[in-house]
């Protein structure tokens, strides 16, 4: 048998040969973002407050270096300052001249129109003031509070009695009678005295 031609045998063109294969590179590791750089205000900013921080704390230093070198050291380093000490006001009570003097009429009651215990009643007219403190505030509020019953107590003494019981009592018994009744009135104080400015009786 003869041997085969000594040139290659050529392919014919119609024949489809596969793509060579690509062998896909591995990906090389992502670099790192770096960050910008720092605008020029910013790091003026940072290097003022870095400064305020260190001359703060020289400033701070030297306070305690000198506190504790020069200073002497029975001196406590920082000392408070006592509160200062007032004695409390007393008030003097007053003596019967400047009660005296003090003393304004309390006008609250005013005028009254009574009628006594008579068939018919006799009316009586009457007007009732008093001195008082005014510089004593609880009890000029306590006699402020107590006029509807200081006038209440008034016509009521009046209706139990006669016009010729009144007469025959006189004005300083009726004003004793009155005094007493207001008095067990009230709580904080006491009144002295009563005055009538009007006092007579209307047949």
């Not at 920082?78 to 009570?93: G, L």
């Not at 009651?109 to 009586?124: E, F, H, N, Q, Y």
């Not at 004003?175 to 006092?199: A, E, H, Q």
Request: glycine residues 4%; proline residues 13%.
């Amino acid at each position: 048998m003869k041997a085969g031609p000594p040139y290659p045998i050529k392919p014919p063109r119609d024949v489809a040969y596969p793509a060579p294969r690509t062998v896909p590179r591995t990906a090389a590791p992502a670099k790192p973002a770096t960050p910008p750089p720092p605008k020029k205000g910013a790091t003026r900013v940072y290097h003022t407050l870095i400064l305020v921080a260190v001359l703060l704390a020289l400033l701070i230093a030297a306070g305690t270096i000198y506190a504790l070198v020069f200073r002497n050291s029975t001196e406590p380093l920082y000392s408070i300052p006592a509160a200062p000490t007032t004695a409390a006001p007393t008030q003097t009570p007053f003596t019967d001249t400047q009660v005296f003097q003090l003393q304004e009429i309390f006008p609250g009651i005013g005028r009254l129109r009574a009628v006594s215990a008579d068939k018919p009643p006799v009316t009586i007219v009457v007007s009732i003031a008093f001195p008082y403190l005014p510089e004593d505030r609880p009890f000029t509020e306590e006699l402020t509070a107590k006029i509807p019953e200081f006038r209440n107590t008034t016509l009521e003494y009046f209706s139990t009695h006669s016009a010729v019981e009144l007469r025959q009592s006189g004005e300083a018994a009726i004003k004793t009678n009155l005094l007493r009744r207001y008095n067990n009135l009230l709580r904080l104080g006491s009144i002295s005295t009563l005055y009538f400015n009007d006092f007579m009786f209307i047949d």
